[in-house]
Structure formats: C-alpha cells, structure tokens
C-alpha cells in the first residue's frame, strides 16, 4: 500500500475551509503561487463530504476514462484502418 502523501483533515469544517480555499485560489490562478491545478485539488477534497462535488468528481473521472480509452477508429483516422 502506498504512503500517503496528503491527509485531508479529520473534522467536517476543516476539510470544507481547505477545499474551498483550493477553489477560490484555483480561480485566481493566474496570479504568481497560485495555480490553475487547485481547483480540480478542492473538488476532490470537498467530494468527501458534498454529494454535488462528489457527482462533479465523478462525471470528470468517467469523461477523462472514455477519452483515454478511445480508438482511434472511433475518430476517422484512415491509417489506423489498415
């Protein structure tokens, strides 16, 4: 079993307060120190205790799953025909 490198907090509130500061500084990614890849960060954090991100988290883990698994003769490519 791997190490874990993150722990989330233990109690509801501090899981909420770190997530949706993930999200707010997700959002002002494009100042220095913050980033663009907080946002998809809080959403995982505040899927532990929010139905509607855990719905989001999961459309995303389900959409980024089919475009990895996609053929390439699903896409018209000709040379992958033959």
Do not use: C, H, T, Y
Not at 59 to 78: L, Q, S, T, Y
């Amino acid at each position: 079993m791997p190490k874990k490198i993150f722990r989330a907090p233990k109690s509801k509130f501090g899981r909420l307060f770190l997530g949706w500061s993930l999200v707010v500084g997700g959002i002002l990614g494009f100042l220095p120190v913050l980033g663009f890849w907080m946002i998809p960060l809080g959403v995982v954090v505040l899927s532990a205790d929010s139905p509607f991100m855990r719905r989001l988290r999961r459309r995303a883990e389900v959409w980024i799953g089919r475009k990895r698994n996609r053929r390439p003769e699903a896409n018209g490519d000709k040379k992958a025909k033959e």
